[in-house]
Every structure is written in structure tokens, then in C-alpha cells.
């Protein structure tokens, strides 16, 4: 039974311990990538630092962060990696016991000014030769890498993007401070909206050079045609955001549901709380539209294990809706009915089909679209 009890106390402290917490994302992640020149796989690990509205100066396990218990020493809040493997980690508090993770969040309410400081173990490997530390920050975030004696030997700020290298005779030294500075920093920075028209309606394209928390985003149009000076804003759509990220980021959506007219449009950008924010107000003038009928690119393109496929008709009638393959054989019949003026939307999911191009036509009374698409599995 002793022996026992001992083989699960071991197993235990081997593996982290990760509570089960709904885990959601903070509002402001920023990752840090830290990194000797030793061989893959054990030469890098990304350490997360950031703000949120509910984060504490120690673990918050429902942003992610977690105590990792050291392998030989339970009792211990330690990290006890290999003695000959790259390993480095965030510690939680700053000051006090050794409560370590890979993320550490800090509070704050977006947008934020102010500072929070992280402290930073590493344990380089014995054949490394070198240690770097990447990062990519998004509007209004800096930061300062120093040494835990105020600067003396390290102080290097760090700003935009990049690569800081550090200085040999600080490898042995196994710890440092990450200060990071913020400057009325915000969730997402819409940088381009933009509105034209084509064949298929009008196209609404936006550009995003950060996001945090972005849930999505609504797509609301005002028609100005109408006898009233009231603006009367409608929800017409929805996009997905991309969560947190330093990366660019473009998004796409088109409105064929107009006649001819003046329009305006803008955004509802959502985070994951519910917290919402709109973008500036963009206008167009339609000046002839629509089609009789449109078909839209599948999207995604290509796809796995699904795509959805969106039509427009100007006015009710008879459609049909098939897949092809490329040898022209009917794989799939979408739609054959009745339909409603307006924007329709069929999803496809290709099965047991092999990998590989497929065209999808929409067809009514003498005339038909056809577009291709792209399966891969």
C-alpha cells in the first residue's frame, strides 16, 4: 500500500495539476517567446504576460495560469525541470513564494495606462550558446527587460517587434524582470473599413493590426432612401474575430440584399465579455443593383470538413443547387424548390467524397452560375 501511495505521489508531481476551471481568455494576452540556441525540442517556451479585469497578483486559473508543481520536491512550489534541458517560466507573485506558470495576468481595465512587472526564471541548456527573447507588441504596449538589481547590468527596452539578445555574462544568472508599459492600450485597433461595390453587392472589407478578446464583429447597415431623418441602424451579418493577436488580420463581408440608394455602414466589434465598441460610420452610393441572382464563393476555401455557400435572388423563384465533380457528375443536390427574394445560405458537407476541386452551380429558368471549390481532407 506504501508503495503504492509513493508511485502516486510521484505521478502527481510529474505532471502539472490543471484544475478543471472554465477557462476563457484575458483581455490583454502578449506573448514572449524565450529561446537558447540548443537542439529542438526542449530550446524554446512561450511565456504569455498581460491585463485583465479579474486577475490577481497570483494564480488565476480561469485565465489560464497554473501552479506547476516540481517533479521531485511535491511540497515545494518550485519547478524542478532536468538538469540538462531548456526550461524557463513566470513567477507568481513577484515577491514571495515560488508560484510559477507560463502566463501571468495582471489587473486592468481596457483601455489602460499604467505598468506591471513580471518576473522571469530560465534554465539554459549546456550546450547553448546564446539566449533570445521575441516579441511582437500591439499599439500602446512597450516593455523593458532589466536585471533584478535595478539596470546594472541589463536594461533594454523593448518596443514594436523584434529579437533582443542577450548578453553572455548574464546566461548564468537564471532570472530577470519583464516591465511592461502601457499606454492607453486597447482591445483591437481597427486600422482600414472601407466599402465597395460589385457585381455581387456591396463588398465591406476592415483591417485589424492587433485584437484582444475579439469575439466578432456585427455588421449594421442604415438605409438613407427613406423619407425620415431618423437613422435607423439593422444588424445584416456577423464575422468571427480571431481572439487575441499581434498579427494583421483582414476581414470580408458582402451585402447584396440593396437596391440602388445611399447607405451607411459601420461595425460592432465584440469581446468575449460582452463588451462592445463601434467603428467609425462608412457611406456608399449604390447606383445599380441588384443582379437577378448572385451566387457567393464558398467560404471557407478550401475546406474541411465543411463550407457554407451563400446565393442571392432579387426576387421568388424556382432554384436548384448541385455539386459536381470535375467530370461533371452530380455528387450532391443543395436546394431544388422555391425560394424567397433574398440572401440564402446552404451549407455542404462533403463526407465520404475524396479530396480534391468540385463545382457548385445554382441554376433557374435558362440561366446558372457555376464557381469551384476546394475539399481537403
Known sequence: MKILFLFVVLWLCIYEIHPQVELREANLEIPFRLRDNSNPPFSSQVLTVGLDSTATDAIDMHLGEYALLCTYHFFIKTDCPPVDIFKTLLELPLTGDFILSFKDFRFGILPYTGQKIHRVRYQMHSTATALNLDWNFPEGVSAVVQDLFGGIILNETLTDSGT???????????????????????????????????????????ETSTETNNYGFEIERANLNKLTTEIIWQKIGFVNGSGTTTEQNIYTFIDAAVSSGLYKYRLKQIDYDGTSTYSPEIEIEVKHFPADFVLYQNYPN??????????????????????YNITGEIVKSLADGLFAAGLHEVEFKPGNLSSGIYLYSLETAGSVKVKAMIFLK
Do not use: C, H, R
Open 164 to 206: 533582443f539578445s542577450f548578453p553572455p555574462q548574464y546566461f548564468s544568472l537564471g532570472q530577470f524582470l519583464i516591465i511592461m508599459n502601457y499606454e492607453n492600450a486597447i482591445p483591437v485597433e481597427l486600422i482600414a473599413f472601407n466599402a465597395v461595390q460589385s457585381e455581387e453587392g456591396i463588398n465591406l472589407n476592415w
Open 302 to 323: 478550401p475546406f474541411n470538413p465543411g463550407t457554407k455557400i451563400n446565393f442571392y435572388i432579387s426576387a421568388p423563384g424556382y432554384f436548384k443547387l448541385n455539386v
